[in-house]
């Protein structure tokens, strides 16, 4: 336990000091560390979702209060919470099966919360599987049938012999646990692969002798477009240098070194361009439930003069980035603020500046935002590793991943 | 067929497009206008904009050839010579009609049409830097048979020639330049004859031609006579050259073959073809010989994706020409810049090019280090620059000040040009110049008329810019309220008189300054700013969407304003005003009413200038950021320095001119209000 808490202060203090960079790397230190979590967490005999539940969001929170503008970290937060919660509703409703199968006349009251608490969660589960699972007619007709006979044999109490059962619940314990770290680890496969499985859809993207636009360097964007040359499709890319880091720099270097064609321009020089650019196609920082997108600064310009223009927006990014969250005023409160010294070297302007008549306020401010709000109608399409889906569908794909329970992670640890 | 290759010297709109290759905008109207059958369009002489279809020149080059001028010609020189007192437009109705009882068909009508333009253009030669450009690079050698011609044919009639013209010249103010320029020709002629011999589709015509020249030798022929004979000769010349140059055969079957294959090219390519069309026509337009025969060419009106005219070109080039490295393919028709070496070669080449003034040398070099930018700064060094030229200048003997010095203008203005593309009001100025120089009273004396000109230079100085600019500054102030949060972008003169103009007047209100790579011309700004006690915000362009919450209205300048109510300005004022727009935020464009310029434009790429690629890859204060190093070695990866970019008219509130705060649809009305004399002369 002490060494996971020093795990965690670390990754906190990572965190704090922005030396995690990109959503991708802190995702998946972020599911490695809650892996570690759960791995070392001691379970009791009952309620052990519970228990897991509450370490993970005991440390979610720390991590989320780390780094709030960070949001993929919040984002694996949650999809371990649910991970939790599904590998529970699973286990117990297999282990009601089982139950319901074999004991008949279970009496024993030392069991009786814990057959409680597991009937309210089998309803629930087959609740929640009814909504879960696609609609079909046959889970249509039968969905009402299905979930009133749950509680039907857990009602009926039953002899039982004690010894077996706690073995079987200890196997339980344990199943859980393992099924839970073995969800972690495929997010995390996911994690490491969603590059992939995004640029397989780049050749159904983009054309031959495309004109592709796009602003400082995501990885994202990267593979996307390496993907698509590299079967063959021939196209020139327009890359916006992206102040204050410039990193379109390497982006640009680094497709030049995969035989694109690459022109670097300037940021300003983005509306001038985009009328004889076919498509954009940027990274993201995390996209919101209703479709917005936090990026990179400087990328809503490009969203507006590609509106201008009617070419398409085009967001490529993995589904860690998929944010449960509506922003609100997102500029100012899911915004970060660089170092002045982007724009301004140290001391650059302290020769006119008169230090001794300004009351307190200095004259000269530098704003050197990090992130950009693109608003959902600016997108054409988001591309994740599940596919490409339209900003009006984000809040549906949202539910495949997120319990709503965990959208706010803080409320709920601190009432229970 | 014929309408698409239309040359296109003839109008007007030339007149304008100083300092800009006109070429992207397509004529269509003009096109139209021009009906297939040739007798139509001959016999329309109000149809200025119409010049033959470079067919019929081939055809009148057929006949030419094959046919002896008659000797009725002569007679016509008294009819002409009456009528050369009227109108540009109605002196190609009768040279038509003079020259049609003689059933010369296929002459006549370029004749009649020629006639015509060169009326039009008499009053815009002169002044249009962009048209004598055009014959210089393009036109040369034909222009070098032609001139030869009119020694052989003219010679007696050249020493005349001043005396004639000067009475002429009162008499029609419209055509005032022609003779002048017709003068220069001869002038130029003697140097530019070896060149010539060389093509034999040339020399014959030019023997043909002998006959013609030696026959109307010997009458006293009226201005306007002799021009419609130079006429014919040059359209026969431009099209034996065509046909020598492309079969080495003479003229007619092999020319008319010529002409249908530039004609498919034509096709293909109509922004270049509108150069190849307009041979003969334009190449007359206006010609400013250099005294050492060289050309110096105008980058603007070149399209430079076109490789043989670059070639032709770079040939005559003052100021050398290097390849550029990987440059981008859309912007192929632009300038490439070349400074480093071309800085090298104009140091290299001091003592050669003396025959450009020093202080104009100066001002080019300012231009080609950009130690002067900004477009109030480039056109008062280049006034003031000519001033002294013009202090400096003696009239040769022989020549009348006003053809000698726009001659030399126009030599000044290449180089210049060859330095760093012309601003759109660096051309409104220079036509200004030219217009001042060609309405010279040629009866005062040379030193009465510099004073003049200088006197007019100080007061385009002083009216245009310094007096426009506090007009514009009285009323932009009244724009800002207390409490306002003003943006601004680039680093715009007016701009800055503005706020600090507001600032004295004791209104509280910030600033943010948006600044953008490569240029960073806003830290300037920023400090003198800052240095007023000004409270400022500073940040980058691709933060406008965070800053632009809490601005209240965004004041920038501009580098011209079009007759469109586009803004053609520093690159990035597009995405600020953009944005601005976006978020409802009021944008406010201050400028002189001397850049507006009756041009149109839709986008940033037909027209632009391109700035030095290598600052894109250096970040300044971010050595560690060197991926872009060697860029240069991979042939994929291409820099793109823009300099400007045209802001849509829907995005701006109103712009401020010294004639008044109007919204943008009202470009075109200062035009028509105000008038073109008025706006600039």
Known sequence: MPDVQTLVNDFVLKLKRRKIEGSQASAKQTAELLRSVVSQQRLPYINQATVLLDAVRAVGEQLIAANPVELAVGNIVRRILHIIREEDLTSTASAMEGLSLSANSDDDDNYEREDHQALSAAAVAAAARSTLRAPSLQTLLEGIPESASAPHPSSSGGDSEGKSKSAERSSRSKKLKHDVIEAINELIQDIETCHEQISEQAVGLIHQNEVILTLGRSRTVKEFLCAANEKKRSFRVFIAEGAPRYLGHVLAKELVAKGLQTTVITDSAVFAMISRVNMVIVGAHAIMANGGVIAPVGINMVALAAQRHAVPFVVVAGSHKLCPLYPHNPEVLLNDFKSPSDLLDFGEFSDCMDFSTSGGSPRLHVVNPAFDFIPSKLVSLFITDTGGHSPSYIYRLIADYYSADDFVVRRRSTTS | ?681
Request: positive net charge; aromatic residues 6%.
């Open chain 2, 1 to 681: 067929m014929d309408s698409r290759r239309l040359p296109r010297a003839v109008i007007d709109p030339k007149v304008r497009q100083v300092g800009f290759f006109t070429s992207c905008d397509p004529p269509p109207a003009r096109s139209l206008s021009v009906p297939a059958d040739t007798g139509a369009s001959a016999i329309v002489p109000t149809d200025m904009s119409s010049s033959p279809p470079l067919t019929d020149i081939y055809i009148t080059n057929n006949s030419f050839s094959s046919v002896r001028i008659p000797p009725p010609r002569q007679v016509s020189a008294e009819g002409l010579h009456s009528l050369g007192r009227a109108a540009g437009s109605t002196t190609s109705v009768f040279a038509h009609d003079v020259l049609s009882p003689h059933c010369w068909e296929g002459i006549q009508m370029p004749i009649g049409s020629y006639n015509s333009s060169e009326f039009m253009q008499g009053k815009s030669s002169m002044l249009s830097p962009s048209s004598s450009r055009f014959d210089d690079i393009d036109f040369s050698e034909e222009e070098a048979t032609s001139a030869c011609l009119i020694r052989t044919g003219s010679g007696k009639e050249a020493a005349a020639f001043p005396r004639s013209s000067g009475e002429v010249m009162m008499a029609i103010k419209s055509g005032a330049n022609a003779p002048a320029k017709s003068a220069l020709k001869t002038a130029s002629v003697v140097k530019a004859l070896p060149e010539v011999t060389e093509k034999d589709g040339g020399t014959s015509i030019e023997k043909q031609n002998e006959g013609i020249g030696a026959a109307r030798s010997k009458q006293k022929t009226t201005k306007a006579e002799r021009r419609a004979i130079q006429e014919v000769q040059r359209a026969a010349k431009a099209a034996a050259k065509d046909a020598g140059k492309g079969a080495k055969s003479t003229f007619a079957s092999s020319g008319g073959a010529l002409a249908v294959a530039k004609q498919a090219k034509s096709a293909i390519l109509p922004s270049q073809t509108k150069y190849g069309s307009s041979v003969a026509s334009e190449r007359r337009v206006d010609r400013n010989p250099d005294k050492d025969g060289k050309k110096d060419v105008s980058q603007s009106s070149m399209q430079f994706d076109d490789k043989s005219r670059v070639e032709k070109a770079k040939r005559r080039a003052a100021v050398g020409h290097f390849e550029a490295r990987n440059s981008v393919e859309l912007f192929r028709h632009l300038p490439q810049y070349e400074h480093g070496p071309q800085l090298q070669y104009l140091e290299s080449k001091f003592f050669h090019l003396d025959h450009i003034h020093p202080s104009v040398y100066k001002v080019g070099l300012q231009y080609l280090t950009g130690s002067t930018s900004g477009g109030n700064a480039r056109c008062k060094e280049m006034l003031l620059a000519f001033q002294e030229a013009v202090m400096d200048y003696s009239t040769p003997p022989e020549k009348t000040p006003a053809r000698d010095l726009t001659s030399k203008i126009s030599s000044y203005v290449s180089f210049l040009i060859a330095c760093r593309p012309l601003s759109i009001s660096m051309g409104n100025a220079i036509r200004f110049l030219k217009n001042r120089i060609a309405k010279l009273d040629h009866n005062i004396s040379e030193s009465e008329a510099k004073s003049n000109l200088l006197s007019d230079i100080d007061r385009f100085i002083n009216e245009k810019i310094i007096v426009a600019d506090k007009v514009i500054v009285h009323h932009a102030v009244t724009k800002i309220r207390d409490g306002d949060v003003l943006l601004i972008y680039g680093h715009s003169t007016v701009v800055e008189m503005i706020l600090l103009q507001a600032h004295e007047l004791g209104k509280q209100f910030r600033i943010v300054v948006v600044d953008s790579r490569p240029k960073l011309e806003g830290k300037a700004l920023l400090r003198k700013l800052v240095m007023k006690g000004l409270s400022c915000t500073y940040t980058h362009l691709n933060a406008i969407s965070y800053i632009m919450h809490e601005v209240t209205r965004v004041f920038l300048g501009a580098s011209s304003i079009l007759s469109n109510g586009t803004i053609y300005s520093r690159v990035g004022t597009a995405c600020v005003a953009m944005v601005s727009h976006t978020f409802r935020v009021p944008v406010l464009i201050c400028c002189e009413a001397y850049k507006f310029n009756e041009r149109v434009l839709l986008d940033s790429i037909c027209s632009n200038e391109l700035g030095d690629p290598d600052v894109i890859s250096k970040v300044h204060g971010r050595d560690g950021l060197n991926d872009l190093e060697n860029w240069s070695d991979h042939e994929n990866l291409q820099l793109l320095n823009l300099f400007y970019d045209a802001t849509p008219s829907d995005y701006v509130s109103m712009i401020v001119t010294e004639h008044g705060m109007i919204p943008p649809t009202s470009v075109p009305v200062i035009f028509r209000e105000y008038g073109r004399d008025q706006l600039f002369f």
